[in-house]
């Protein structure tokens, strides 16, 4: 049974895209067959695996104005296990362009559908906005895994993303559930980042993932050389927090595959 789980926050610069990266790596590292999914036009979780645009190669914004197929964009292969679907500049014209389709917010939900149970995870990296390409990536995803920064502005917008996906699971996916909050950039060096975490603690009732990303310039490091993490320091301790984070995400997995 595969799953997907979208990583999304509309606050820009909280380790987003390094958390796809790393967890679909990890994942991969543990036998598992995972498919990244690209979904934001900067194209970081792509090059993060070192894949570059290029002009003749079609990604995931032709799946979305419906000139390829989702298996025809499929990068397979780019490590043991794990498959990548890259993003380009283009994809930012999604929503204009999309703007009269009747179905606009479910287009990745019906090309998905089609090559999914091929994946154990699919994991879907969105941009920092809550915009039609984040919409399409939680009508098509089972969960939403929520990184959130260790700073003071950490709180700013996660209410209005739980209000987000309490909507997209009303009116469209009925399935859709928070997966979990993780926190990410933790210095313990400070209270600042202790306060936080003690704050989203008293104040919500989502699952709090106990995998803390700490503040690593390995990380920080790892995605200009086209790597993730466990490729690129695999003893650093970024490298650790996240597979003890795809742990407890396969852990997750079964026990709601045995309920």
């Not at 049974?1 to 820009?12: D, F």
């Not at 699919?122 to 919409?135: A, F, Q």
């Not at 700013?156 to 987000?164: F, H, I, K, P, V």
């Amino acid at each position: 049974m595969s799953r997907t789980i979208v990583i999304a926050n509309q606050k820009g610069g909280v380790g987003k895209t390094t958390t796809a990266i790393n967890l679909a790596a990890c994942l991969a590292a543990r036998k598992k067959r995972v498919l990244l999914i690209d979904m934001d036009p900067q194209g970081n979780a792509s090059s993060g695996f070192d894949i570059q645009a290029e002009e003749d190669r079609k990604n995931i914004y032709d799946v979305m104005l419906g000139e390829a197929g989702i298996e025809e964009v499929v990068i397979a292969d780019v490590r043991p296990k794990l498959s990548v679907i890259p993003s380009d500049v283009n994809l930012a014209a999604c929503e204009i362009q999309l703007n009269d389709h009747e179905n606009r917010n479910e287009i990745l939900k019906g090309e998905l559908n089609r090559i999914r149970e091929q994946y154990e995870y699919v994991i879907i990296d969105c941009p920092p906005s809550l915009n039609i390409l984040t919409l399409n990536a939680m009508c098509a995803a089972d969960t939403v895994l929520v990184p959130l920064q260790c700073e003071y502005y950490a709180l700013e917008g996660l209410a209005q993303l739980m209000q987000t996906v309490k909507l997209v699971s009303e009116r469209i996916n009925p399935d859709l559930i928070i997966e979990g909050i993780l926190f990410t950039m933790y210095d313990s060096r400070t209270n600042l980042a202790n306060q936080v975490i003690e704050n989203v603690e008293k104040n919500t009732d989502k699952k709090i993932y106990k995998a803390i990303i700490p503040r690593n310039v390995r990380l920080a490091e790892a995605p200009s050389y086209g790597m993730p993490i466990t490729e690129y320091d695999p003893r650093s301790s970024g490298a650790k927090a996240y597979d003890i984070l795809a742990k407890k995400v396969i852990r997750y997995h079964y026990r709601k595959k045995d309920q």
